[in-house]
């Protein structure tokens, strides 16, 4: 049975791909869907055709293949669709809805199932209609505005690159090309005689190269590498066909070519014309060697920086964090200072749920900042008796102060103020996650209370007050209610208050 379904269910899945796949054929000017006449075809010009109705022989609509060139690396392509007489056009993307080497079977395919404008057995017309009726944007004026975009860019570049030619007949590049450095103007010591000195600083050195002959590839010459002031390897220059230079820039994985007048390496000063005319290259090419790569990267580092701010700033109020609210703080001397209070209980997370912030656990409700007229300050959670309280437009104070929990040894953190009303026992909650701690004030550390476990709460609650006597009176209370909560300073000043 299991093996007769098996079967029935490929056949189901076979049967309803055939009846989805249509098979297209066009013979003699003819359409034949699944082996059925349905259209007529004329061929007007390259990828140009005109549909006719099967019937009456007459003209339905034509379309038309435009290529567009924008850019050496960006083609436009898409169908022109018009009426016979020309006189109502549209535009639509072209798409290959399945490979096919034929470009009638690709428009035909684009026809019948994208826009049904062709069906088994006819053309649909009054689908033609509607389609034509649809307002579409204009693929062409798109293209034409990309057009004028390139052309202004290439004006842009075109501009630049004259103004860059101009500075390289004003820089005048020397190469020392006994000792393989590169100058901006003139050499500062003869060094047909002499070494650099490379404990002094020349102002205008700005890189070194090496050169070694081509072995094992197709074209022979000499390879150059340079390198510039931080010793990072900045470009590879290697011999190319029909005297083409190829240009491999190292730190940003590109790539460029250029003629090159200069390709004799018979002498070290051939190889330093070489030299001189691939660093002009760079320098057309906005590579200035110098300390370029380091500064750029400490500009993209500020950028990330900048984009890093941003984000956090776009998503920070959607945290319990505070960021420069009205308050005051209380330090441990009981003096009371006003400011502006910030302090992070959570990290910053994006649309995602994703981390943009990635303070940890010694940050996170542990610190607090405060800006006030003179300074600005930083306290962390201590053994210290500090505090500080928020004054939000509209809502009601919260106070916030440094308490000790044990968890492997004594941890610190800022936790909201509940209940300090009693000389005894105080209550407070961990702001992040809602954790209520009971803290009796001769104690060094405050103890968790769970909203669950009962017994867990009624021993240690007990044994940390010293008083089994309530043991049995707190197995009775709600753990999830404040109000609850707070009966057991009632049960302490009654069973175990002496």
């Keep these: 049975m299991k093996k007769l379904n098996k079967h029935l269910l490929i ?18 000017g003819v359409v034949l869907i699944d082996k059925v006449e349905s259209a007529l075809i004329k061929e007007e010009g390259r990828n140009d055709y005109t549909y006719s109705d099967l019937n009456t022989k007459k003209p339905v609509f034509r379309s038309k293949l435009v290529t567009e060139k924008i850019s050496e690396e960006l083609i436009k392509q898409w169908i022109e669709v018009s009426s016979p007489d020309g006189s109502i056009k549209t535009e639509i993307p072209y798409e290959m809805l399945t490979f096919s080497l034929s470009m009638k079977k690709v428009f035909t395919l684009l026809f019948l199932k994208k ?13 033609v209609k509607s389609f034509f009726e649809e307002e579409r944007p204009l693929i062409s004026q798109e293209v034409k505005q990309l057009v004028a975009g390139e052309i202004k860019k290439a004006t842009q570049e075109k501009i630049k690159l004259e103004a860059k030619k101009e500075e390289l007949g004003k820089i ?43 072995v094992g590839s197709a074209y022979s010459g000499t390879i150059l590498t340079f390198y510039d002031l931080d010793q990072n390897k900045i470009a590879i220059v290697k011999p190319g066909g029909y005297n083409e230079k190829e240009v491999n820039l190292v730190q940003q994985s590109k790539k460029f070519t250029y003629k090159a007048d200069f390709n004799s390496d018979f002498s070290d000063y051939n190889v330093g014309q070489q030299v001189k005319e691939a660093v002009e290259q760079l320098y057309l090419n906005d590579i200035y060697l110098r300390n370029q790569y380091r500064d750029n990267k400490l500009v993209a580092k500020d950028l990330a920086k900048e984009k890093l701010n941003k984000e956090i700033d776009k998503f920070k109020y959607n945290t319990i964090n505070f960021y420069d609210v009205k308050g005051y703080f209380i330090d441990e001397n009981n003096q009371k200072v006003d400011g502006l209070i910030t302090i992070w209980f959570e990290n910053v997370k994006n ?23 003179e300074n600005n300050l930083t306290l962390k959670a201590s053994g210290k008796k500090v505090s500080f309280c928020i004054n939000e437009e509209g809502k009601s104070e919260k106070c916030f102060k440094s308490i000790a929990t044990k968890f492997l040894g004594l941890n610190y953190q800022f936790v909201l103020v509940l209940d300090e009303n009693d000389s005894n026992i105080s209550f407070y909650k ?6 209520v701690y009971l803290k009796k004030t001769n104690k060094p550390h405050a103890i968790m209370l769970s909203k669950r476990n009962v017994k867990s709460n009624s021993k ?28 057991i300073k009632e049960l302490y000043n009654n069973l175990c208050k002496k």
């Design 11 to 28: 056949s189901f899945l076979f049967l309803s791909i055939a009846s989805f796949a249509q098979k297209i054929k066009i013979k003699k």
């Design 172 to 214: 005048n590049f020397k190469i020392d090309y006994i000792n393989k450095y590169i100058y901006s103007g003139e050499i500062p010591y003869d060094f047909h005689e002499e070494k650099p000195n490379l404990e002094l600083v020349y102002p205008n050195m700005i890189g070194s190269y090496t050169s070694q002959k081509s």
């Design 351 to 373: 649309n995602f749920g994703s981390d943009i912030t990635h303070y940890d656990a010694s940050f996170l409700g542990k610190v607090v900042k405060i800006k006030t007229k």
């Design 460 to 487: 240690s609650i007990s044994k940390y007050l010293e008083c089994p006597e309530m043991r049995e009176k707190l197995m009775t209370l709600d753990y999830s209610n404040l109000n609850e909560l707070y009966k």
């Design 115 to 127: 826009y049904k404008l062709i069906q088994k057995g006819s053309i649909d017309h009054n689908a």
């Design 430 to 435: 961990d702001y992040d996650s809602g954790i």
